[in-house]
């Protein structure tokens, strides 16, 4: 309860009446009255403030009630949403393909064509280039080959003629993960530029099939690198799911995750960005539980870019247990003892003793409000209200550090605090605390993936 001016070590408490209603004043001590009168008989302000003298002890009785059971509904941990933005430079991922990708596609030296002679040819890929179009990653990739062909003279073989075909390879990659997280394989296609006949050949078959050989090779390590999405996946969730201090003494909370849902790739200036949201719940969890099997979330596609912020909520529960030895402690030279505190449906129903100018036992239900990080519990009827401090202040800045054997990427977490709110569990009455911000993760492609095989 609230204090007011001492005088001689003793409190001195306000009076006033409400149509002949329990009341309490700003001061917190309990009386009733008569109708805009004070017990005494001295007539009360409006708002209670001005000096009265105290009332006799025990001047009104309060009538004993009993309450019924009304049981708090079960309690729904608050819905989070962790928003997780990766960009990464297309240049990036230019080079990693470039580096990746065989330069010299197919070759040849002096291969019998018949009467023509012998032909030599060496097959080479260019520069790729990679670009989002809607759902597909596409990667075209220039091929040329220079062709030439010789008439064999004992061991000596003259050209007598040259071309240089000109070709293009073409990766269409539909990003559209299905339920399990696989991407569809890729569709490679090589087609012809231009052509090259010498000699009365037509060389350009042969190139073509240099080709398809390179995009067989390509084709088989893109499926091979598609097979690690999942196990990617798997990582990256549980990273997420790792329990995050809050504070020095706040303990360490944890999200668990229940559905992903993922905005496609998109390109802006350079930069590549795919979007992703956690949905799930976060509970408290020990700071040291980093080894944590987290199954895989089932998966859902944004078809809009949605929200850039999601929202880390959770609870601190109060004990009824614990509201009640507070509420003792809050209460002053006797006036009011709690003996218990249990739920009443979305209130607060509390056993108080009454002992000073109003004396008696009776059950109270009041509605738990939040006035900064005071809990106040106000009673519908009679208007009583106790207070206690509680725990509101507004969690500290998550930072979230990048995965040690992932060197490539570069996080950051942007949050502000949001309000408070309260609700009433069955066993106590909690305040939802959290932030609202967005995770961004900048990643190198390059140092991401593993090297290429042998």
Known sequence: MRDTETTRGRKRWGVYATGGAIALSAAGALWVGRDGASVDGSTSSADGDDERPAPARCATTVVATSLPETPAPPFVAPRSTLVVVAQAPVDGLVRLADARLPRTLDAATRRPVGAAGELSYRVTRGRPSVRIREEELIVDVPISAAVEICKPLGPLCPTYGRCQPQLSSRTVLNLRPGADWILPPPSLAVTVGSGCTVAGIDATARVVEAAATGKRRAQAEVNAALKQLPSLVDRGVAWLSRPRQLGASAGCWRLRPTEVNLRLPTTTEGTLTVGATLAGTVGPAACDDQEIAVPRPPLALRED?????????????????????????????????????????????????????????????????????????????????????????????????????????????????????????????????GQTGVVRVAFDPEALMPPPPP
Do not use: N, Y
Request: hydrophobic share 45%.
């Open 305 to 433: 870019q949605g929200p850039d912020e999601g929202a880390l909520r959770w609870a601190r529960v109060l004990p009824f247990v614990d509201l009640k030895r507070q509420l003792d402690a809050a209460d002053v030279d006797g006036v009011a003892t709690v003996h218990a505190v249990r739920p009443h449906g979305m209130k607060v129903a509390m056993d108080v003793t009454f002992d000073g100018a109003t004396c008696g036992r009776t059950w109270i239900v009041a509605t738990p409000r939040r006035r900064g990080a005071i809990l106040e519990l106000a009673s519908d009827m009679p208007e009583v209200t106790f207070t206690v401090p509680i725990d509101a202040a507004p969690a500290p800045t998550t930072e979230l550090d990048a995965l040690e054997d992932l060197p490539g990427l570069s996080v950051t977490a942007a949050w502000r605090a949001l309000d408070p709110e309260l609700a009433v569990t069955p066993d106590g009455i909690a305040t939802i605390v």
